[in-house]
T-cell receptor
Framework: DAKTTQPNSMESNEEEPVHLPCNHSTISGTDYIHWYRQLPSQGPEYVIHGLTSNVNNRMASLAIAEDRKSSTLILHRATLRDAAVYYC???????????FGKGTRLHILP | EAGVAQSPRYKIIEKRQSVAFWCNPI?????LYWYQQILGQGPKLLIQFQNNGVVDDSQLPKDRFSAERLKGVDSTLKIQPAKLEDSAVYLC?????????????FGPGTRLLVL
């Protein structure tokens, strides 16, 4: 079973920031927090990952709570091409399995 | 850099027929995965290879599904005989190595419809 909890769907306006929440209250000290997204009719693609500190890359930012029991994926300026299902995933350091939940379906309104 | 290639992209068969899917991972990637994604759900891991050896096939229905990765590069996934509930998208992914920090790169998938 997936060890994360995400809202089923969210909406956001184009060109506005989007904050996608994820709860992972049973996270262990060696679990990495990964985000993947799946655009329509495509395979999932990597977005970002982190362990303890906040992370930034060209696609998004990842904000991790101090107790690591939750995290937020931040898209700074959503475009229509960001409409996708976003998956929040915990992965143990030595375990490369990805267990996908149902994710959050993000709708972008023009 | 070329991504993960899969073929065919679409396949329609009748139940009890057999079908095979092909995957070519990113060059140099040691680990290869096959996932099954049923409509409305997240992908589910079927089998994981490290080079040409099986690491995990605990979720593979071995009475009808088989997979191989000869020479540690390309891989094929076969279903024989197919059932209606096998209708899904079959995704192949690869990563450079194993480990929870390794990024998995996914192919576009093969959409299978069993009638």
């Amino acid at each position: 079973d997936a060890k994360t909890t995400q809202p089923n769907s969210m909406e956001s306006n184009e060109e506005e920031p989007v904050h996608l929440p994820c709860n992972h209250s049973t996270i262990s000290g060696t679990d990495y927090i990964h985000w993947y997204r799946q655009l329509p009719s495509q395979g999932p693609e990597y977005v970002i990952h982190g362990l303890t500190s906040n992370v930034n890359n060209r696609m998004a930012s990842l904000a991790i709570a101090e107790d690591r029991k939750s995290s937020t994926l931040i898209l700074h300026r959503a475009t229509l091409r960001d409409a996708a299902v976003y998956y929040c995933i915990l992965r143990e350091n030595r375990d490369d399995k990805i267990i996908f939940g149902k994710g959050t379906r993000l709708h972008i309104l023009p | 850099e070329a991504g993960v290639a899969q073929s065919p992209r679409y396949k329609i068969i009748e139940k009890r027929q057999s079908v095979a899917f092909w995957c070519n991972p990113i060059s140099g990637h040691a680990t290869l995965y096959w996932y099954q994604q049923i409509l409305g759900q997240g992908p589910k891991l079927l089998i994981q290879f490290q080079n040409n050896g099986v690491v995990d096939d605990s979720q593979l229905p071995k009475d009808r599904f088989s997979a191989e990765r000869l020479k540690g590069v390309d891989s094929t996934l076969k279903i024989q005989p197919a059932k209606l509930e096998d209708s899904a998208v079959y995704l192949c992914a690869s990563s450079l190595d194993t480990g929870g920090y390794e990024t998995q790169y996914f192919g576009p998938g093969t959409r299978l419809l069993v009638l």
